[in-house]
């Protein structure tokens, strides 16, 4: 398959002409040489010999309708690897025979330099994809290996974390259970503390009433003395 920058190379035309070659001898090429509106041309190995005659006769100045005339007739130019171009169809004769000025090097060899080239480059371009698809590849192993990393260490930091409030909660637990019996115990203090002060109490008053006898007694010989 060759496209328009092809048969520009091949046959040293412009690429307005060979469009306007497509147009003109339509019925005489394959379908991708007239291709609709949006699509790339594209011709196939005899489209190349219909342009190769095209090229030849229009440097003998040939007008178009003989150009027709010729190509109705079933004339040809072959492109071959080993003679380069052959006139073929009925009617041939030394008039259509390939020029020198016409093909100063073999049409195939210069079809299949470009053809090479053209695969080189698809080749190249194909490459050049594999290594950026392989880049990506890489760059999204080491992110998603990235998260990875961190979502096993924010499962560690959250069992640490976890384990932590468990220890805080039986630590408060404790604490409250210590806090209650020391509760306790201060109740128990102060409640020994009022009995204490209470039975001090009641001895200052007995104390008192004592001494209040005692004085009575020594006033009066009281009972205490007589006895």
Do not use: C
């Not at 004339?75 to 171009?85: D, K, N, S, Y």
């Amino acid at each position: 398959m060759a496209t328009v920058s092809t048969i520009v190379e091949l046959f040293g035309v412009s690429k307005h002409t060979v469009r306007a070659w497509s147009r003109e001898f339509a019925p005489f090429l394959g379908p991708g040489a007239t291709p609709t509106r949006g699509e790339r041309r594209i011709y196939n190995q005899e489209d190349l010999g219909v342009f190769a005659l095209i090229a030849h006769l229009r440097a003998q100045n040939a007008s178009y309708a003989e150009i027709h005339d010729a190509l109705q007739s079933g004339q040809r130019i072959e492109i071959q690897p080993a003679t380069g171009l052959a006139l073929r169809g009925p009617g041939t004769g030394p008039a259509f025979a390939p020029s020198p000025e016409f093909a100063p090097v073999e049409v195939f060899q210069l079809f299949a330099e470009k053809l090479t080239q053209q695969y080189q480059e698809q080749i190249q371009e194909l490459r050049h994809e594999i290594d950026r698809v392989g880049r990506e590849r890489d760059y999204f192993r080491e992110q998603w290996e990235a998260l990875n990393r961190e979502l096993r260490e924010e499962r560690e930091r959250v069992l640490t974390a976890e384990k932590t409030v468990a220890r805080q909660e039986t630590e408060l637990s404790a604490m409250a259970n210590q806090g209650q019996l020391l509760h306790e115990e201060r109740t128990a203090r102060i409640n020994a503390v009022n009995k204490l002060a209470a039975a001090q109490a009641r001895a200052e008053r007995a104390e008192q009433q004592l001494e209040a006898l005692s004085r009575d007694d020594k006033r009066g010989g009281g009972l205490l003395g007589r006895r």
